[in-house]
Every structure is written in structure tokens, then in C-alpha cells.
């Protein structure tokens, strides 16, 4: 169901030019279902500095800003709750509980950029290591909105939005992402799978079709170019323009791609039934990175023996510490792709490229999935709505 807009909505979910950060709020307030209103904080910028800048500049006490801020619709009457996911959202979602003195309650997802204590709800995909806390909801999957597609047949090569792919099926299709502090994106790791997805459409007499995103390095599309012959690529623009074939791609592709680095991505090839193989990037940790990451994994180790041979005050200090660690920005609660890569492996919606074998045409496609359910949402979302139960008296 679409969430419901209505003049005064109590719920406002905060969505940002990142589609899926945007998907992941989605994907709550539909759950809900409960009028939302969408406030939309979608302007570009071209590092985390200058984000901060311009959030900072939105959300100062000038004339200015608070024009800026009527344009946007931020503004009293405060909402009771606010649903934000990512960084410029999860300030802009404090400041109007600070606005509010404290009525707004604060729903976020993914990574706890604050104190952990201070979220009303904390709701944690898998590649977000947080505490088992009171105000922490732990997924399994990120968290996937209702996909309304087409069913398969109809016109070749044609999606509902009037996309086409001109080249002849079965389409082995690389879907590319972009680069994350997390992994080195590998030519060499990239080109064995291209090459992997070429042999297969010229054994079964089909295509290699390459789709971009908007954090395509053009390096990446240049060196499978160089090393596939005439692949069909499709660079990237707005999901909502009528030539992309993004949807399609998904619904009748013979295999799907996709680069480790794009959570959204990789969960939307799962969602869509057709096989599906991520392609593994080598991590990329420097020295400091490495420091903390495994300075991170000692403790909760430490924590969870502790707690395993009886020495539960121990184990409640232990954590106690991390928890300080992290609200001083020492020792953060770490985001790790791997972790999510792992639970969809285990759960049997996708593969590790290299497991492909170009000789065997991929097995026949699994009912499109509605993830929303696997993903722990309905957890999430009633413990939401039981932040905001004077919304649903009124």
C-alpha cells in the first residue's frame, strides 16, 4: 500500500538525493500505514563536507534559513514522528525534535550516527553492527518495498515505463554501483565476472547488458568495454525518466550482476526472483580502519563471552564502553557489507560470481519475492507506530 498524504500528517518521513536511503523510509511508512508526509531534502553536493555545510546553513536561526525551511515544509506544527535514514537526515530529524522540545520522536536507519541511546528507534539492516538494546530493532534483510511490476512475456525487451533493450535474449546483465569506503572497486575482480556473463550469452545466444547508477566511476564502464565484445551499456539516468530499463532489466534478464558495493541494488535483483550473483570486491582498510575494526570485534566478542560463562556485569561494563567509545567518535558501531552479502547466501537469494558457470543456462526464475516480510519489517514498523499511539487516537 502507498503511504497516505493528507494536509497534516503526524508522520513526516525525510527522504535525500541517496535512493536507497529513500527506499529504506519508503519501505517503513508503507508499512505503517498511517498518513505520512514526504519532505524532501534531495539537493546535491559533492563530498560529506559540504553536506554538512549546507545543513548546517538550512537549520541556522537567519531569515534566510528559515525561508529555506518554509519552502521545504520544515516547519511547526511539528510532527510526532519523524522517519530519516542517512546523515543529512538524521541531523535535520534531531533538530526538529530539539524544535519540538522533545515531543517529535526520532525513527532512523541504518547507522547510529549519535549516541545510541538517544534515537527513539534504532532499526538495523544486517550490515549495521549495533547492541541489543531496548530502542534496537536487528533486521535480516534490508528492508524492501513492494515491487508492482509487470509479470514476464508481453513485448520483448519492453518495461511498462516504455524502456526498451534492443538486443537479443537471454540478457546476462552487469549491474555496476559505485565506490564505498568498504571495498577497493576491482577492474580484475569486474572483468572475470563480464567475462563469465559474455561466455554464457554466446554459448546460449543471447546479450551482455551493462546498467550504470549514478555513482558509475566511468573508468569501470571504459575497462568492460575494452574487454567485452560490444556489450550493450545503458548509463544511467533518473529512475522516473520513461528510457530507463532498470525494472525490466530485473523481471527478464536470464542472470543478474551486480557489484558488492549497492545494498539497494543487490536487494532489488533478490526481490525480482531472476538469479542473481554478486560480484565480491576486495576490501579496501588502511592501517586506522583495520585498527578499529578489529579493536571492535574483540570487544564484542569479549562481551558475548562474558555473557556465555555467567559474567554478566562484566559483559554489561564491556558494553557500557563501547557504547562511550561510540558516542565520542573513537570506536564507532561499523557498517560491514560482507554481513549483508552473508544473509542473503544464506537465505538462497543470490550467489558470489565467480559460483556462476557460463555452460549451464541459470535456473528458471523464483517467484518474485516480496522481501518486506523476510526483512523483519512488520517488527519495525509496530514498534514505530508504538511510539506514536496518539496519532492513531486522534
Request: a positive charge; proline letters at 7%.
Amino acid at each position: 500500500m502507498t503511504p497516505i498524504a493528507t494536509a497534516r500528517p503526524q508522520i513526516w518521513a525525510l527522504l535525500t538525493q541517496a535512493p536507497g536511503d529513500n527506499d529504506q523510509c519508503l519501505a517503513l511508512a508503507e508499512a505503517l500505514d498511517r498518513p505520512v508526509a514526504f519532505k524532501r531534502l534531495a539537493w546535491h553536493v559533492a563530498d560529506a563536507a559540504e553536506d554538512r555545510a549546507v545543513t548546517r546553513a538550512l537549520l541556522a536561526d537567519t531569515p534566510q534559513a528559515g525561508q529555506w525551511r518554509e519552502a521545504l515544509g520544515i516547519h511547526a506544527p511539528w510532527p510526532r514522528m519523524v522517519i530519516c535514514c542517512g546523515r543529512r537526515s538524521d541531523r535535520i530529524g534531531f533538530w526538529i525534535k530539539r524544535q519540538s522540545r522533545g515531543c517529535t520522536k526520532v525513527v532512523s536507519i541504518g547507522r547510529a550516527r549519535r549516541p545510541v541511546a538517544w534515537y527513539d528507534l534504532l532499526v538495523a539492516p544486517p550490515q549495521f553492527s549495533l547492541p541489543e538494546r531496548s530502542n534496537v530493532v536487528s533486521l535480516s534483510l534490508p528492508m524492501a518495498r513492494r515491487r508492482h511490476t509487470a509479470g514476464r512475456g508481453g513485448t520483448q525487451g519492453a518495461s511498462p515505463n516504455g524502456a526498451r533493450v534492443p538486443v537479443p535474449k537471454p540478457w546476462f546483465t552487469i549491474l555496476l554501483g559505485g565506490t564505498v569506503k568498504q571495498f577497493a572497486a576491482s577492474e580484475r575482480r569486474l572483468i572475470e565476472a563480464a567475462r563469465r556473463a559474455q561466455a554464457a550469452a554466446g554459448r546460449h545466444g543471447g546479450s551482455v547488458v551493462i546498467s550504470t547508477s549514478r555513482r558509475t566511476p566511468s573508468a569501470l564502464i571504459a575497462a568492460l568495454e575494452r574487454a567485452l565484445d560490444r556489450p550493450y551499456v545503458y548509463r544511467w539516468s533518473d529512475p522516473e525518466t520513461a528510457d530507463n530499463p532498470y525494472e525490466v532489466l530485473l523481471r527478464e534478464s536470464a542472470a543478474l550482476f551486480v557489484t558488492a558495493d549497492s545494498a539497494s541494488m543487490i536487494l532489488d535483483c533478490c526481490a525480482s526472483g531472476t538469479p542473481t550473483y554478486v560480484i565480491e570486491y576486495p576490501e579496501r582498510l588502511d592501517l586506522r580502519r583495520r585498527w578499529r575494526r578489529n579493536l571492535f570485534r574483540h570487544l564484542r566478542r569479549a562481551v558475548a563471552r562474558c555473557r556465555d560463562w555467567g559474567l554478566g556485569r562484566a559483559g554489561d561494563r564491556l558494553d557500557r564502553v563501547q557504547d562511550w567509545l561510540h558516542a565520542r567518535r573513537i570506536l564507532r558501531y561499523p557498517r560491514d557489507l560482507r554481513r549483508f552479502h552473508e544473509s542473503v547466501y544464506g537465505m538462497g537469494l543470490a550467489r558470489p560470481a565467480d559460483a556462476f558457470d557460463p555452460e549451464i543456462l541459470p535456473r528458471p526464475h523464483r517467484a518474485a519475492g516480496d522481501l518486506s516480510e523476510a526483512s523483519g519489517i512488520r517488527e519495525a514498523a509496530a514498534r514505530a507506530l508504538a511510539l506514536s499511539r496518539p496519532v492513531a487516537a486522534e
